[in-house]
């Protein structure tokens, strides 16, 4: 006849108790023989109910502990029936050893924080080849986000990615906009982070299902802004007395006319400007967020800002086409600039990119191919969300329309 078990949970006092959440353990017994197994949870004494073994309360946390309890007794009583079907004999030792040896199938499962980690240790050693020294330090943040989330609602260091399911995705994300402070598209930049992270784990088949299947994003894009052809003309021909900003002024206009980034015109350098088989100056660099080569050729407006600072000693010294200061203090000062140039607009350094991609090319019917070449985009949708932005495009395009159809040189006129 077999032996029967008997399974209890309970909060065990750790040694110089100050307060604070207690371990939960697990006590078999099998014919008055006990051992003591840890369930690698913790719970408040205040939360937890001795006569149910389980965690009081209707948290969402207190329902995946309780879930985690469920999933232990049932791999335990799987263990006892797999004994119970070998004809084995059934003891506190044999019961113990075919739980644990279950366990440590689980544990052989990848689990998350170890595949992000080694996920950016790849990143930074690709730094400067497939990416930037920012793009590292996101994906840093996006980690310790991750760990704090696993310690705040689920109390672990780790979590096995194999269990990860819409809940523990939703649940992320409500940590992030309501522990973290995270407004919504910056929510989504983590939330990102974790799907790369899922879908290299599907293309390995570590697992099988894709928890973001069925998981829709609330967060609105937000819409860029840029300046218009007005604004940047008040910002290209205000008066500037102090030479710190007609500095910043230069190179932000520099930027409207060539779409740098901040990092690519802190990096460029004299060298970097040939002249091109056309005879005229061009600027020949790697992008720096994704080491992209982009060519461009020098419009007069940002031709002129090089050769200005040509001879200024700072630029001489260093090899740099311009003195590029930090970008905290170029906003400061670009917002200093936009005051005296009567530009109402929160002007920030990267709105000189959006104004290249909108006001200066795509608005003056430059091809869209083009203009992702030149900015140095892998991916044409990326500078497709800047065609949406004109509605001017749209109106001319529709005048244009206007025009043909009033005069009958359209095609709908050449229909019989």
């Known amino acids: 006849m077999s032996a029967n078990y008997s399974l209890l949970f309970y909060l065990k006092k750790p040694k110089n108790y100050a307060g604070g959440p207690q371990p939960i353990y697990m006590r078999l017994t099998v014919e008055g023989r006990r051992s003591e197994i840890s369930t690698g949870r913790k719970c408040e004494p205040d939360r937890w109910n001795p006569h149910a073994n389980r965690a009081k309360g209707t948290k969402e946390m207190i329902r995946q502990l309780n879930q985690h309890l469920d999933t232990i007794e049932r791999k335990v009583h799987g263990a006892y029936l797999e004994l119970v079907n070998e004809d084995a004999v059934i003891s506190i030792e044999t019961l113990k050893k075919k739980y644990l040896r279950e366990d440590e199938k689980k544990s052989r499962e990848k689990m998350l924080i170890e595949v992000f980690e080694a996920h950016n240790k790849k990143v930074e050693s690709l ?18 986000h991750l760990r704090n989330f696993l310690a705040h609602y689920y109390d672990v260091t780790d979590y096995i990615i194999a269990d990860i399911d819409l809940a523990f995705i939703e649940n992320y994300e409500f940590y992030l906009k309501t522990e973290k402070g995270c407004i919504p598209i910056t929510a989504q930049k983590y939330i990102k982070h974790l ?7 599907l293309s390995h088949r570590w697992i099988t299902e894709n928890p973001f299947a069925f998981y829709k994003s609330t967060a609105k894009p937000t819409p860029k802004s840029f300046l ?43 060298s970097d400007i040939v002249i ?21 050729p020098l419009l007069p407006q ?19 086409a311009l003195p590029v200061k930090s970008n905290q203090k170029m906003n400061e000062y670009l917002k200093e600039i936009a005051d005296l140039s009567g530009v109402s607009k929160n002007l920030t350094f990267h709105l000189s990119r959006h104004t290249f991609a909108t006001t200066v090319t795509l608005a003056n019917r430059v091809p869209i191919e083009t203009v992702a070449r030149m900015m140095g985009h892998t991916k044409l949708k990326t500078t497709q969300h800047y065609a949406k932005l004109l509605d001017t495009r749209v109106k001319d395009d529709m005048l244009q329309l206007e025009k043909k159809l009033s005069s009958g040189h359209s095609a709908l006129s050449d229909r019989s």
């Open 127 to 144: 730094i400067g080849k497939d990416y930037s020294k920012g793009t590292h330090k996101n994906f840093e943040y996006s980690l310790n």
């Open 276 to 296: 091109g088989f056309d005879g005229s100056p061009w600027i020949t660099t790697n992008r720096q967020k994704t080491s992209v080569a982009s060519n461009l």
């Open 302 to 320: 940002a031709l002129g800002i090089i050769n200005r600072y040509q001879d200024y000693p700072p630029c001489v010294q260093s090899g740099l």
């Open 195 to 201: 799907r790369k992270i899922i879908n290299f784990c």
């Open 228 to 270: 218009s052809a007005e604004e940047l003309r008040k910002i290209e021909s205000k008066e500037l007395s102090n030479p710190r900003l007609r500095h910043v002024r230069d190179i932000f206009v520099f930027c409207c006319y060539t779409g740098l980034t901040y990092g690519d015109v802190k990096k460029l350098k004299r």
